[in-house]
């Protein structure tokens, strides 16, 4: 069985910085994409960025390009996201998400597997 475990959230002032962290507990034999999801309150939940775990570009939202960046450690089987000059509008819970399977996916609805999310909050 796959656990997300997320951490990182918090509340910072707008032009500020997090990072966020989800540790993943997967067999290592699995291969498997990894992705940061984002929902708002009254909006869907949407697509941030992902990352193939073996390697390969990563994609973003056109929203985040250029101020978030997501990376990962193998050793640590841990997915992070770099925020950088966050707006008020980054505020939302964000979600760690997994798909078995290479190949970079967006839908909401690829991923197999989330954690809890956890909350970030922008002030202006």
């Known amino acids: 069985q796959v656990q997300l475990v997320e951490s990182g959230g918090g509340l910072v002032q707008a032009g500020g910085s997090l990072r966020l962290s989800c540790a993943a507990s997967?067999?290592?034999?699995?291969?498997?994409?990894m992705a940061w999801f984002r929902q708002a309150p009254g909006k869907e939940r949407e697509f941030v960025a992902v990352v193939n775990w073996s390697g390969g570009p990563a994609d973003y939202a056109d929203s985040v390009k250029g101020r978030f960046t997501i990376s990962k450690d193998n050793a640590k089987n841990t997915l992070y996201l770099q925020m950088n000059s966050l707006k008020p509008e980054d505020t939302a819970v964000y979600y760690c998400a997994l798909r078995v399977g290479v190949g970079i996916r967006t839908a909401r609805t690829s991923y197999d597997y989330w954690g809890q999310g956890t909350q970030v909050t922008v002030s202006s």
């Open positions: 997967v067999r290592t034999f699995v291969t498997y994409t």
